[in-house]
């Protein structure tokens, strides 16, 4: 299929693909992941009428064994009878959508996010899963939290040969300037977690915070204890006692209040 996608470019600089990562919930079973990915690459070519290819990356024996993710080639051409024929709406330029009524390329990216964020939330509910994702950035939501970013192949490798990283570093900076912010405002942490599930742990809010911000111990400590003692939250269920051992246990389950 990529042959022909190459065969029908005039320029050798021509792109002859388009390609989409998906991070796919870890709580997913390894079916409910190639459905939820199905269903989106059988979306694009319903939308674009295009030919579509996926895999499935399981994470790096040394990574996040959570960092579970797809990536979606779709052809830029139109798959049509005798092959490969114009471009589709997709790789048109802004001017030329307007002029012929059409959403321009960033509607059409915000749409597919939404029709990702869907799929994936109705994977997570026939599996049983409360956890659910959102698409929307921090910005749209009202968040101050600076996001992560994804990073590349390369920047990773060199990571875990010790070796300096721009973006790494660029990573940790930002991660203070989380735990500054949370410890300030711990109801942006809530509002984060909670958009994932409605009842959470103490474990929930300990993974987001080590997700946001840095390894300084004290810091996450302080943030922590910042977080717990949110009014935004909310205890439903206290230490729970095993009536048989007698052993207590610190996990109880919390909601944020709106």
């Known amino acids: 299929m990529w042959n022909a996608a190459e065969l029908a470019e005039k320029r050798k600089a ?26 989106f690459a059988a979306e694009l070519c319903e939308r674009y009428g295009t030919a579509v290819d996926f895999a499935i990356h399981a994470p790096h024996v040394a990574g996040d064994i959570r960092n579970v993710h797809a990536h979606v080639m779709m052809t830029t051409r139109v798959l049509e009878d005798t092959g490969l024929g114009e471009k589709t709406v997709f790789e048109r330029e802004n001017k030329w959508l307007l002029a012929n009524g059409l959403p321009l390329s960033q509607i059409q990216l915000r749409d597919l996010r939404q029709s990702w964020e869907t799929i994936a939330n109705a994977q997570l509910a026939r599996e049983g899963h409360d956890i659910r994702i959102d698409h929307r950035s921090h910005v749209e939501r009202g968040l101050e939290i600076i996001p992560t970013e994804h990073v590349g192949v390369q920047a990773t490798q060199m990571q875990r040969q010790g070796l300096p990283v721009d973006q790494v570093a660029m990573d940790d900076a930002s991660a203070k300037l989380n735990g500054e912010h949370i410890l300030e405002h711990p109801e942006d942490l809530l509002t984060l977690v909670s958009g994932e599930k409605s009842v959470f742990g103490r474990h929930d809010i300990a993974r987001a915070l080590h997700r946001y911000i840095s390894s300084d111990v004290r810091l996450f400590q302080n943030a922590f204890a910042a977080v717990m003692a949110s009014p935004a939250l909310v205890m439903l269920q206290g230490e729970q006692v095993d009536p048989l051992t007698g052993e207590v246990s610190p996990e109880g389950s919390v909601a944020k209040v709106d």
Do not use: K, M
């Open 14 to 39: 021509a792109r002859v693909a388009r390609e989409f990562e998906l991070a796919l919930p870890h709580e997913l079973s390894p079916e409910g992941r190639i459905e939820a990915v199905r269903v």
